[in-house]
């Protein structure tokens, strides 16, 4: 059960790293299957906060088939994530993703390219919603149903609130990709239970 682990420019790292962590010590402790790709446009891709990383795949590189899920991370937009998160090319791969039904977990405003691709239209989703709500105003031009709740769960799609929200939605894409209970296993040896 492969995930496609997306870095955005300007992704934010605590919402990048909590898929890692999640997902890793499912592999690493219970032997899930469950690995993880890193990708972005380019092979090094730089943080909200300028931290760079190096990515496993460029975008170039990825066949919707060969993955399971897609996890997206949000970002900040001064740091120029909108410039990936709106590029045609990410849309794609949104759109790839659904027509195959196959999970897209996202956190924060990660949400705003699911529903700009129109994968949301009809749908109930979330995002950031605090500073006015303006995120969720934002969503609901794409015809989404905005829900004003931390994590909003609509077939395949997974969209949460905000930072806060990040283990909740690995967890959820966790218990997804495995089951409710081998979820419940790595929730608790990490500590959340």
């Known amino acids: 059960m492969k995930t496609l682990l997306f870095a955005l420019k300007g992704f934010e790292t605590m919402e990048f790293s909590v898929f890692v962590d999640v997902l890793g010590w499912a592999r690493n402790d219970y032997?899930?299957?469950?690995?993880?790709?890193?990708?972005?446009?380019?092979k090094e891709v730089t943080s909200t906060f300028n931290v760079p990383i190096l990515v496993d795949k460029t975008i170039e590189e990825i066949?919707?088939?060969?993955?399971?899920?897609?996890?997206?991370?949000?970002?900040?937009?001064?740091?120029?994530?909108?410039?990936?998160?709106?590029d045609e090319r990410f849309?794609?791969?949104?759109?790839?993703?659904?027509?195959?039904?196959?999970?897209?977990?996202?956190i924060c405003v990660a949400a705003l390219p699911l529903g700009k691709s129109g994968v949301l239209t009809g749908r109930k989703a979330t995002t950031y919603h605090l500073r006015d709500a303006y995120r969720q105003k934002q969503l609901k031009e794409f015809n989404v149903d905005v829900r004003n709740e931390p994590i909003a769960v609509d077939k395949n799609i997974?969209?949460?609130?905000?930072?806060?929200?990040?283990?909740?939605?690995?967890?959820?894409?966790?218990?997804?990709?495995?089951?409710?209970?081998q979820m419940e296993v790595v929730k608790q040896a990490m500590g959340f239970k």
């Open 91 to 106: 849309l794609n791969l949104i759109r790839e993703f659904d027509k195959q039904q196959k999970i897209i977990a996202t």
């Open 31 to 42: 032997g899930y299957d469950v690995p993880v790709v890193t990708c972005g446009f380019q």
């Open 158 to 181: 997974i969209t949460s609130y905000c930072p806060e929200t990040a283990a909740g939605v690995a967890f959820k894409l966790l218990e997804k990709l495995t089951s409710i209970e």
């Open 63 to 86: 066949n919707s088939n060969d993955y399971d899920a897609l996890a997206i991370p949000g970002g900040f937009e001064e740091f120029g994530f909108y410039e990936e998160a709106y």
